[in-house]
């Protein structure tokens, strides 16, 4: 058996056990959904650090490196930007209503809000693009274990799957935060300590840089190199869905005041700036080192695997499937509470007791899981994945949350029509224009001011 595939096997073991070992503090909903309402300022930290640092924040960041050059940073960089204005706007705010009136759920608020009918369609909508999210993950843990061992893409799937449903499903929230602190020590230390070592071993950085410019040019080597209309498609796709997604907002929930979800999120925020240029560093290592690569997402694990030691290269690859697995098991997160609150609870059996929720939430995490491993086998690429999900989030929940969290006027007509309205459209100019349909603006832009257009129009016109 490969010693890389041994230390995997060892680490996803433990992953588990220590999922089986804290589902001892799961005894109701509430403490799965929402922890009880009693992570602090560090758990939060470690949750929401775990959940955004996964498949597209490593494996996808790194493909882009190798493709963009350093403006690759805006993947990640772009959904920092998100999570600072969670964390100094809309988190504290939810997190108030939340605490105040018992929400488990983002669906809580929106029914509450607005009806029943935008809760039930918003949760049908996320639950499909999680879907997708969820793929993105299994694609790369599937990756590290094609590197490693020749497993088939299938099989790889699988296993990650596997272990992400088996430990989020004994642990919930409350276990995830925990496991979310070791994997993060895990994840920093292969990442970080990577980037000397495998720019030692591959002649020094002046010859990393002289081979990306004679590549690709100038604009390889510049943080701008996307230029505004690049950027903005970005940031578009990506900062609003990291303000409004399901997952983060029911971590702010799982906060014990609204000071510590503020001082958390900002923490998250600050540590993915930062960690931002290390996937894209890694590409741009990847590409002068191996610039005939059919799949660019394979050029992390190339590196990892033959420009560093095989000890730290270990380390590396433990790092990466521990990023993918603790993003799984946010994304499990956001399936399961669709499946169990959203839609079974609160459609299906409105007096279902906690423990019956509890046992629905565990359920549906894994025909979630079950699911998710289909779509990753027969799915393209981690980026493609991605895109389904941040661009469904945006354009359906951005303009009836904000709208809804600052203003009393727009009433659940507006939001039903802002959400039925702007997502098909979205879709449709996504594959009938590209990235760009005027100037800069791209379908994402342009599908969130379309919501906002319909849903204060339609406010105003009633009033």
Known sequence: MSRYLLVILVYSGLLIALGIYLSRRVRRASDFLVAGRSLGPGLVFASFLAANIGAGSTVG?????????????????SAAIGCFVLANTVGPRIWTLARTHGYHTLGDYLEA???RAVRGWTALIVWFGSLGLLAAQLIALSLVLQTVAAVPPWAGSLLGGVVAVAYFTAGGLPGSARINSLQLLVLFAGLLLAIPFAVGSSGGWPQITAAGAARSGDAYLSFTGLGPGGILYYVALLSPAFIVSPGLLQKVYGARSASAARAGVNLNAAAMLLFAAVPPCLGIIGASQFPSLADPQLALFRVLTERLPMWLGML?????????????????????????????????????TERTVLYASRIGAVISGILGIVIAVKAPSIISSLTLFYSLVSVA????????????????PAALAAIGISVPCTVILNYAAGETILGPLNPFAAGILLSFAVLWGITLLHR
């Open 316 to 352: 590396g690859l433990a790092a990466i499937f521990s990023a993918e697995v603790s993003t799984c098991d946010a994304v499990l997160f956001m399936l399961s509470t669709s499946l169990s609150v959203d839609l079974y609870q609160r459609f299906c059996n409105p007096g279902a």
């Open 61 to 77: 960041a790194a493909a882009l490196g190798y493709q963009l050059g350093w403006s690759a940073w805006w993947w990640v960089g």
């Open 397 to 412: 929940l951005f303009a009836p949350v904000i709208s809804g969290l600052y203003s009393a006027r727009p009433g659940a």
């Open 113 to 115: 809000r607005y009806s």
